[in-house]
């Protein structure tokens, strides 16, 4: 397929993605972590966009919902085309913000997991400090009156890129949000949930076409922020990593 073919957000996705080392380094930290996470077996990657994740763990089964070189399976997230119990792991980064449905989703997820298995994900974080830059430097809206759990109306002309930055903190980003979910979907249970993204990434300008974070100090800063108390972490984090596990 030529790459006249593709969306060009995905083109530029992929050149920022070659271009930046820092950006490299710190989403291999993601998906490790993502993948410790999961037990051993087979994962599946939903909204894999560009396929890096391939460049970490080559057999993941990836999936998104445009074609790029290195996605196996084209598909919906809510419709996913595997059996039962196929996989012991699901891993995403940045995706559940732009899913429709992601209630709809994540009974769709757990679906396809074994008893046990793990659903891993990294998300914007709506937290003192970050939201407010979310809100005001970043393309992606951030709409914090929204119900993740109201019923919607499938939208067939939706955008893949559309997107509410909100909707992670609005499902799991308080207790209270926590247990809604796992009343609402009982065989699902929110075993962890980490503040990440605290000065390398946000340094780093992400996908943007600059960066304040040399490669050489990636390493070391990911180091500091894991030393960085969960009482201040939890006001300044730009993301957050939640895992639920399949009863």
């Not at 530029?12 to 380094?25: D, F, G, I, P």
């Not at 560009?50 to 998104?64: E, G, L, M, N, Q």
């Not at 039962?84 to 679906?111: N, Y």
Request: hydrophobic share 45%; with cysteine; glycine share 4%.
């Amino acid at each position: 397929m030529s790459a006249s073919a593709f969306d060009q957000r995905q083109i530029n996705h992929r050149s920022q993605w070659e271009k930046k080392e820092s950006v490299r380094l710190l989403y291999r930290d993601f998906h490790r972590q993502l993948l410790e996470n999961c037990p051993d077996g087979s994962v599946l990657d939903i909204g894999g966009g560009t396929a890096h994740v391939k460049d970490f763990r080559p057999d993941i089964v990836s999936t998104d919902i445009l074609f790029f070189p290195g996605i196996d399976v084209v598909a919906d997230a809510h419709r996913l085309p595997f059996r039962d119990g196929s996989f012991t792991g699901v891993v995403m980064l940045d995706v559940l913000h732009h899913l429709e449905r992601p209630i709809e989703f994540l009974q769709e997820a757990s679906r396809v997991l074994k008893p046990g298995g793990r659903l891993a994900m990294i998300e914007p974080a709506m937290t003192t400090i970050a939201r407010r830059f979310y809100h005001y430097f970043h393309a992606e809206p951030v709409d914090m009156n929204a119900d993740p759990f109201a019923p919607i109306t499938i939208n067939p002309n939706r955008d893949p890129f559309d997107a509410n930055q909100a909707i992670p903190s609005l499902l799991f980003g308080t207790p209270a949000a926590r247990r809604r979910v796992e009343k609402v979907l009982p065989w699902l249970r929110v075993r962890n949930l980490k503040w990440l993204s605290l000065f390398a990434y946000p340094l780093s300008g992400g996908f943007q076409s600059w960066s304040l974070m040399p490669p050489a100090l990636v390493r070391s800063t990911l180091a500091f922020e894991e030393k960085v108390p969960e009482a201040i972490r939890r006001q300044i984090a730009f993301r957050m990593m939640v895992v639920l596990e399949r009863l």
